[in-house]
């Protein structure tokens, strides 16, 4: 499919993408564009350097999508109305336990014909887990229900679940690399060094690679910090987000200026 016949107009995309921010977050719609590109014939790597995601994150994107179809694209731990339902039948009292995500901020999982549910606030990522965990290893739930719910892959679905017969909370599921739970060796230089690079290529329209930038931030600050721990700062900082409307901010400031 040839695309270079279709005029673009970056003002109707930024007044069309803030439109679709009240049903979608930005993440949801960073993910729809990749893929929509990825269709459309773009690179991988000219993928995450136009939208400023990572190309790893470009790989999972067309490998999940590719594999659960279109809602893949959504984030379910952050839909505003609960997105993924899993059911198993009961069968002593034949009724339904469900597990879904709700409102933004909890995990509910209905237990009984009465309608109880157990309430775990998502932000809990190791008390989720291990919830669902339990409730796989207890065979309320399928490995590939756990997985989707989870968004892991089912094989290391199944990997950790025996992990956590075996070893318990701490042993299996506790995130054992510090280095991207700390800011370690990640100061104010490096935090500062890491926004000045990324905006000011993001501006200029070079690209903002995770690696790129890794080596910029390291010849800057004498640091030998990976891209990995770079990936995970541009997340935490909520930089991935900007790529597509910091050009325009800054031209309509050039405008009233």
């Known amino acids: 499919m040839d695309c270079q016949k279709i005029d673009f107009s970056s003002k109707k995309s930024k007044m069309r993408i803030n439109k679709l921010a009240s049903t979608f977050n930005r993440k949801d719609i960073l993910r729809i564009l990749a893929f929509a590109l990825y269709l459309l014939g773009a ?80 932000e809990n990522k190791v008390q989720v887990r291990t919830v669902l965990l339990s409730c796989l290893n207890s065979g309320l739930l399928k490995t590939h229900e756990t997985a989707k719910i989870l968004e892991i892959s089912v094989s290391h679905c199944r990997k950790i679940a025996q992990n956590l017969n075996q070893h318990d909370v701490t042993g299996s599921l506790i995130d054992k690399r510090k280095g991207q739970q700390h800011d370690f060796r990640f100061g104010p230089n490096q935090k500062s060094e890491l926004i000045r690079q990324f905006t000011a290529r993001a501006i200029t329209g070079h690209s903002v690679s995770s690696e790129k930038i ?44």
């Open 43 to 122: 690179k991988r790597q000219s993928i995450a350097d136009f939208l400023g995601i990572p190309d790893d994150s470009i790989k999972t994107i067309i490998r999940v999508t590719t594999r659960d179809g279109i809602q893949a694209l959504f984030d379910r731990r952050k839909s505003k109305a609960p997105v993924k339902i899993v059911s198993v039948k009961d069968k002593e009292q034949s009724e339904k336990k469900s597990i879904h995500f709700e409102n933004d901020k909890y995990l509910y999982i209905s237990v009984n014909k009465n309608n109880s549910k157990l309430k775990i606030p998502i």
């Open 214 to 257: 890794t080596e910029l931030i390291n010849e800057q600050t004498q640091s030998e910090l990976s891209s990995r721990t770079i990936r995970w700062h541009i997340e935490k900082l909520g930089l991935a987000g900007i790529k597509i409307s910091i050009s325009d901010l800054v031209n309509s400031l050039k405008k009233k200026s």
